[in-house]
Every structure is written in C-alpha cells, then in structure tokens.
C-alpha cells in the first residue's frame, strides 16, 4: 500500500544508458493515516513510513520513499493509530526506520505501545525494525 503510483526515469550515470526507471506501482493506493481496511483485519502489519524531512520530493530519496512534510509528528502519529486499528488481537506489528534524520526515540513517543524487542542494521545501524505486538485487551470493543 502507498498514496503514490507513478514511473520516473531518473538520472543515474551508474546505470546502463545515464538513467534508470523507479516505478512505484502498489496494490493499493491509500495513505496509512486512514487504510481502507476493516478493524482488525491483518494478524501482521509492516509499517514502513517516509523518513525524511530534509530530502525533495522530487529527487530519488523523496520519489522512491516518499517525505514527511509540516506536522510529519501527527501523520505518524496517525500512521501508528490505523495499524493498532487494523491489527487483530494478538497481531504484530512490524515497525521500520531509518534514524538518519530523526532519532528513533522520537518516533516511539508517537505511540503509547512499547515494541517488544528491536533490531538495528545497515552500513551505518541508523535502520532501526521494531516488533509490537496487540494484546487482546487492546483488541477493539
């Protein structure tokens, strides 16, 4: 699922010919602040936000991964709220961020469910996954 779907043939003087294609092509497009999904639908959700605030959206950071503009703290807000919502009782949800423009810790306070456990990767361990899990009690009423 992305808000996005669009092709864009990007400069890149690595590649074959001096450019290559990005495609973003979902199966659904929606944006992750208000799914178009039941509550409690999924046993697994993978939540993948933008990361960046400083990065264009224009350029090939913000094209392929998309940018968080003004408020960006609501939207993940938000974004953690819907995939609560969306999560069956018992369900996990499986939280990835780069920490290259804002630390992690920032991000966790945007929800009151703490992850069971993390895992850091990457050249530079600035790639962060988290793993929360829905207890029953927290399953809607």
């Not at 208000?34 to 933008?50: G, I, T």
């Not at 998309?66 to 996990?92: I, K, M, N």
Request: glycine share 10%; with cysteine; aromatic share 10%.
């Amino acid at each position: 699922m992305d808000k996005r779907r669009g092709t864009h043939e990007l400069t890149d003087a690595s590649s074959p010919g001096g450019s290559r294609t990005l495609v973003v092509a979902p199966d659904v497009v929606a944006d992750f602040t208000a799914m178009p999904f039941p509550d409690e639908s999924f046993r697994l959700v993978v939540f993948d936000p933008p990361h960046f605030t400083r990065n264009g959206a224009t350029g090939w950071i913000g094209l392929k991964y998309g940018t968080l503009g003004d408020g960006w703290e609501d939207v993940l807000r938000r974004g953690f709220a819907e995939c609560f919502r969306v999560l069956g009782p018992d369900g996990v949800l499986i939280f990835k961020w780069c920490a290259d423009e804002i630390p992690l810790s920032r991000i966790l306070a945007l929800t009151p469910a703490k992850p069971l456990f993390g895992h850091r990767s990457g050249k530079q361990q600035k790639t962060h996954w988290a793993a929360f899990i829905k207890e029953a009690s927290d399953a809607l009423s």
